[in-house]
């Protein structure tokens, strides 16, 4: 079976993005960033939301391009790029740089992925993520902390339909005062 992680950065008080999606407040020092880049590189199939997917899709794909580019962006944008995923969206009906685009039951498709061949996969997008989690199909969560707080925004947690019993796995903090959690769902206790 294949492994399904949900991570993202959030601020201390719980969001992913501060209100209208802004994500000023979210950017990592270059250790973190390599480490995101490591994580990437180490996954077979990004599984997006359309919100995600927009936010990746209108940056990554020229990265690579851009003055200034650093040798980690320049990986990630290529990493990105050629990285298999699957778009989880009913308003758009195709997508570039090696995406498929499913319409039907995101926990359906999910469950079929996670049961077949290949490696790790990861899902972004906390409501795509809040569907997964409540089918327990998420198998580890990596969370980065920010030292801000933003008092609203989107969560990066939905409200789910039981507990799921987690352990800690690893912590790590960056410079700035960033700290990852890294955190696997304990079989059987959800």
Do not use: C
């Not at 993005?17 to 199939?45: C, N, T």
Request: charged share 25%; net charge neutral.
């Amino acid at each position: 079976m294949r492994k399904l992680t949900y991570g993202m950065n959030l601020s201390l008080d719980g969001y992913i993005a501060a209100p209208g999606d802004d994500l000023g407040w979210s950017g990592p020092s270059d250790e973190l960033f390599r480490w995101w880049l490591e994580q990437e590189q180490a996954i077979d199939l990004f599984l997006y939301g359309r919100r995600l997917w927009e936010t990746m899709g209108s940056h990554w794909p020229t990265a690579d391009r851009r003055p200034g580019a650093t040798a980690a962006e320049i990986a990630f944008a290529r990493n990105w790029r050629e990285t298999p995923k699957v778009l989880f969206s009913s308003t758009i009906g195709a997508a570039d740089w090696n995406t498929r685009v499913v319409t039907g039951d995101p926990v359906a498709e999910i469950t079929r992925l996670k049961a077949g061949d290949g490696g790790p996969m990861r899902v972004g997008g906390a409501t795509l993520a809040a569907a997964a989690m409540r089918a327990g199909l998420v198998d580890e969560y990596q969370v980065v902390t920010h030292p801000v707080l933003l008092g609203g925004g989107k969560p990066f947690f939905t409200p789910l339909d039981r507990w799921v019993k987690l352990e800690l796995t690893e912590t790590r903090t960056f410079p700035g005062g960033s700290v990852l959690t890294r955190y696997r769902r304990v079989a059987g206790e959800d």
